[in-house]
């Protein structure tokens, strides 16, 4: 994984890059389309909206506080996408909760050998975390691209054939009620299980 943690971006160079982009009208992906471009200053407003308001519960952030470990976090993803709008804030106050932990972003679309080793049922959904421990490079496990509940619900209504554009909204006005709560506890539970993964056999 040292490639890709060589060419990743630090949290606030990852957001340099999407307000550089969007100042051109544009962000980031092939598809440069009017609709695109939109999800993707929706999106920059979304996460700085959640920068100022997730709160970590405290309970959540004592368990952090308390881990002691050398930990990256490479998280995938693209600026357009919702669901890493929703995401991306609560994974950053996780990681600003306990210095062991460093954030990265780096790009889906200009590493799909990257996400293609990391796929959702088969798809090359995004935001993926991929917990990373830094002395041995060993990976720990991964997260994404939704809470399961918002996953479980996006297969409900994908099952039932209803249209993208209404599920993607109806995903959000999850995220809207939820408030970052079950992703918390996710990412909680998720370490417990990661403070015990052999690294020998976690590459």
């Known amino acids: 994984m040292n ?6 971006l630090s949290f606030d160079e990852y957001v340099e890059l999407l307000n550089r982009l969007l100042s051109e009208g544009k962000t980031t992906g092939r598809d440069q389309s009017e609709s695109r471009v939109g999800y ?3 999106n920059m407003a979304r996460m700085r909206r959640l920068e100022k308001t997730i709160e970590l ?4 952030k004592l368990q952090v506080a308390g881990l002691d470990v050398e930990w990256i976090w490479l998280v995938i993803t693209e600026g357009w996408c919702g669901d ?6 609560v994974i950053e106050k996780f990681a600003a909760a306990n210095r ?3 954030t990265r972003y780096i790009l889906r679309d200009e590493n799909p050998e990257l996400i293609d080793r990391f796929l959702t ?3 090359r959904s995004i935001p993926k975390l991929i ?3 830094r002395n041995s490079g060993g990976i720990l496990g991964t997260w994404g691209p939704r809470p399961k509940a918002a996953q479980n619900l996006f297969a409900e209504q994908k099952s039932l054939g209803m249209d993208k554009p209404v599920i993607h909204e109806n995903i959000q006005r999850w995220y809207l009620a939820d408030r970052g709560r079950s992703l918390q506890l996710e990412i909680a539970e998720l370490v417990k299980g990661w403070l015990r993964t052999p690294l020998a056999n976690a590459a």
Do not use: C, F, H, M
């Open 40 to 42: 993707g200053r929706l």
């Open 84 to 89: 890493a709008a929703q995401n991306i804030p």
């Open 3 to 8: 490639e890709y943690i060589k060419t990743s």
């Open 57 to 60: 519960d405290e309970a959540v």
């Open 100 to 102: 062991g932990i460093e």
């Open 131 to 133: 917990a990373i421990d």
């Open 121 to 123: 049922n088969g798809t």
